[in-house]
């Protein structure tokens, strides 16, 4: 059973700041990773999908990489904004059902 | 022109009652999903849907059950309501079918069901 582990729990950075959330799954046979963004009372924007075959993915400031062998992803998020403060959801996809299974997230404020 | 949407937003209900939520997708996708996200913002999938085929998480009550009357639709019904189903639900769907694991994911708006 795939379990999934995000650290930290929450993070508090200065606007401009460069900051990376980490996330740990414990069954390395995926078919692809995403990573997500979920507002408060809304619903998940996907920011970036990885492909199993994949090391890494770029969107605007972000960056995602995949070290699948050793179970870990990391999103990397460039010159934060306060628009950046949100709930970041790791959900890598599963052999069987391609369903996804999500960590509890990181909580992210990115202070003015 | 939303991709996936649901109906209604917020739900709230009798204990034994019988709900439905639905959902839509206007992507073309072929597979679609349903997740409960609990209290603890834990979020945890339910079913997924593909062209006849159902795959259920062994953790599903029977109470719940998907019906899809057609490919863009994948509603939720829900049998005798019970204080534990209080959570938010979402609906989300991918393009290919089961088999197509690389396939990104899009989420519904998300419905608040709270059960009194």
């Known amino acids: 059973k795939q379990e999934v582990t995000q650290i930290p729990a929450a993070l508090s950075v200065p606007e401009g700041e460069n900051l990376v959330l980490n996330c740990s799954f414990t069954d390395s046979a995926i078919y692809n990773l995403q990573w997500f963004r979920q507002d408060p009372g809304k619903g998940l924007t996907s920011l970036l999908l990885?492909?199993?075959?994949?090391r890494e993915q770029t969107s605007g400031r972000l960056n995602a990489s995949l070290d699948k062998s050793s179970g870990r992803s990391t999103l990397y998020i460039a010159a934060s904004q306060p628009g950046d403060s949100a709930t970041y959801l790791c959900?890598?996809?599963?052999?069987?059902?391609?369903?996804?299974?999500f960590g509890k997230g990181t909580k992210l404020s990115v202070i003015p | 022109d939303t991709a996936v949407s649901q109906t209604p937003k917020y739900l709230v209900t009798q204990m034994g009652n019988d709900k439905s939520i639905k959902c839509e997708q206007n992507?073309?996708?072929?597979?679609m999903y349903w997740y409960k996200q609990d209290s603890k913002k834990f979020l945890k999938i339910m079913f997924s849907y593909n062209n006849k085929e159902l795959i259920i998480n062994e953790t599903v009550p029977n109470r719940f059950s998907p019906k899809s009357p057609d490919k863009a639709h994948l509603n939720l019904h829900i049998n005798s309501l019970e204080l534990g189903d209080s959570a938010v639900y979402f609906c989300?769907?991918?393009?290919?079918?089961f088999g197509r694991g690389r396939d990104e994911q899009f989420f519904g708006p998300g419905t608040r069901l709270t059960v009194l």
């Open positions: 989300a769907s991918s393009p290919g079918g």
């Open positions: 990885i492909q199993s075959s994949q």
């Open positions: 992507l073309g996708h072929d597979t």
């Open positions: 959900a890598p996809s599963g052999a069987g059902s391609y369903q996804l299974t």
